[in-house]
């Protein structure tokens, strides 16, 4: 399986690309926006293809997607403005949904937020802008399109070691997880088609993410 | 018919107001966000409600809106910050869909901009945030709910009088049109049913609001 990681140089897609490499059934194509990036991937034995989620279209981005089986997900403004929030998160995700659709790709994992829905976007927080922006995305990956979703919605992201201790499910109370655990569970989602038409909250836990995932 | 106005006092909805009191078949209930927007409309013989389309609860709107027949949308954050386009014009319209539902009503016209769409949304401009927020918005209340929609794309709104020449149809040129003649279109709209599902923009032009709707 070939995955198209849209937000490659994000801090959980970097070390999903560090565990591609140890994954004989996948590979990755990096969608970077710089060329600086490019390095990183390279050393990893990782296509790169030069894009931007923002400017450029969904027929690029499409083109670019043409030979691979998967999207994942994983762009994220991470703060740098409310514009960038709606451009990335709400807008930009929808495009990348659709070049899913128009290059015929079925298979498209979205990293959302932990929780979206309607008490948690009426928060006044610094979040709000942004939870709403995710939330619409999810919505319209699951009532918009014809894709195989899987929304993987993480605790708060910390950059501890992988312990490869989580739980997921639904509801729970917020707590951290590891990066290194999230992006395991990328990987794990992608090789688990009983992952499709799902979402779910991932956190530190008490299972193997094969169990866990095993368990949904 | 009772319309519930969100965004009451709004300048298009403050002259919707006014040729409201002239409509036999026409009441209004306009939302207000602040008490002091109320004696504009008690001088008209208006009902107002004080509800904060951001703040309030959809269930709060939906009690407010319960005796009404009819939802006008004419709210928007107007350049107050991509955070209040967020809240209002894209969140706060989907909450208005969501409370009119919840209030067993079946209709709600939706005052859009004039262009929405991806090559629209792509255009780096002081608009693109708007434009995202605005066709987002529209795409829910066509494709998310059940609700009797029309949607009304008005030209750039200019505060000359009323002519009551107007053209409606798509793709037109962009031009302008004065805000008091939206306000005409928006009263025929809510006696026209044959504008339901229907979406059309509105420009300046050579027809009577009443002849111009009728050949839709």
Redesign the interface.
């Known amino acids: 399986m070939k995955v198209f990681v849209v937000g490659a140089n994000g801090q959980v897609a970097r070390h999903f690309a560090d565990f591609v490499k140890n994954e004989d059934d996948i590979d990755e194509v990096a969608m970077i926006r710089n060329t600086d990036q490019k390095p990183f991937f390279d050393e990893r034995g990782i296509e790169s293809v030069h894009l931007d989620l923002v ?1 450029d ?2 027929e690029d981005l499409a083109h670019a997607m043409k030979d691979s089986d998967a999207v994942l997900f994983s762009a994220g403004a991470g703060g740098s ?3 960038q ?3 990335i998160d ?2 930009g995700a ?1 495009k990348a949904m659709t070049a899913a659709e128009q290059a015929g790709i079925s298979r498209f994992v979205m990293v959302s937020t932990f929780r979206t829905g ?1 008490e948690e ?2 928060k ?1 927080n610094d979040l ?2 942004y939870t ?2 995710k939330n ?1 995305a999810d ?2 990956l699951k ?2 399109t014809n894709l195989d979703w899987t929304i993987v919605h993480p605790g708060i992201l910390v950059n501890t070691d992988s312990t490869n201790q989580i739980k997921i499910g639904n509801d729970f109370e917020i707590n951290e997880i590891p990066r290194q655990d999230v992006a395991r569970v990328l990987i794990e989602v992608l090789k688990n088609e009983n992952t499709i038409k799902k979402e779910f909250e991932v956190l530190a836990g008490e299972d193997s993410v094969e169990d866990a995932l095993s368990k949904l």
């Open positions: 400017k279209s969904i403005g409310d514009d929030t709606v451009l709400l807008d929808i309607r976007m009426s006044e709000q802008i709403i922006a619409y919505e319209w009532n918009r």
